[in-house]
């Protein structure tokens, strides 16, 4: 079965700073990945996806992500934060082109500071 | 403007009661999902249709049930075999039920008190 680990629960930064988050994932099969972003409160907002090509993927709002076959990892990156990047952060696998199931972790909060 | 709402934003229910989530979308999307997130969890999956009158579990699906009559809604019963019903509940769809984006609602917060 696949799973999502998403291996930091909070990332505190300083406004300007960059930043990445970090997710990994377990899978035998190809997969196709995703990160989504929650403000407080609200529902989730799609950042960015993988589904073949380019290993880099360009986002909304400056985010970036790189799929990592050997490490079957899918890290996001800005190179600058602002305080509205403060949220939470979602990564999602999906291994079905069938039921379009997803998989997330268990989310990482991002806490921009001044 | 085309969307996903559910109602109501906030729910509050006296344990042994049954609640009934809203979840309506107007994109013409074939494909639902309920999620259920708690803190430091997730989202994990309750169920899912891929077309009108059909639906599956999920991970989570005991204590909960859903009917998919309409194309356009997708409402969740959290029944009163959930054990532990209180946590924020999160609508989705998406074009079919493949590789595609899911859009999603701005979520039901259910407290049983």
């Known amino acids: 079965a696949q799973s999502v680990t998403q291996l930091d629960s909070q990332v505190p930064v300083f406004e300007e700073a960059p930043v990445e988050l970090r997710c990994n994932y377990s899978s035998s099969v190809s997969v196709y990945l995703f990160w989504y972003v929650q403000y407080p409160n609200q529902g989730l907002q799609l950042l960015l996806k993988?589904?073949?090509?380019?290993?880099l993927v360009k986002g909304i709002n400056g985010f970036e992500a790189e799929f990592n076959k050997s490490q079957t990892s899918f890290h996001l990156r800005k190179p600058s934060v602002h305080i509205s990047d403060t949220a939470e952060y979602f990564c999602a696998v999906s291994t079905s082109s069938n039921t379009g199931k997803l998989i997330f972790g268990q989310g990482t909060t991002l806490q921009v500071k001044p | 403007d085309g969307g996903i709402t559910q109602s109501p934003k906030y729910l509050f229910r006296k344990e042994g009661q049954n609640v009934t989530l809203s979840c309506e979308q107007n994109l013409n999307h074939d494909a639902m999902y309920w999620y259920r997130q708690d803190p430091g969890q997730g989202l994990r999956l309750i169920y899912y249709s891929q077309i009108v009158n059909d639906f599956q579990k999920g991970d989570i699906a005991e204590g909960y049930s859903v009917s998919r009559e309409k194309k356009e809604s997708f409402p969740l019963t959290v029944t009163s075999a959930q054990k532990n019903p209180t946590a924020f509940y999160l609508c989705?769809?998406?074009?079919?039920?493949?590789?595609?984006?899911?859009?999603f609602g701005p979520g039901t917060r259910l407290t049983v008190l």
């Open positions: 993988y589904l073949s090509g380019s290993t």
């Open positions: 989705a769809s998406s074009i079919q039920g493949g590789v595609n984006e899911q859009f």
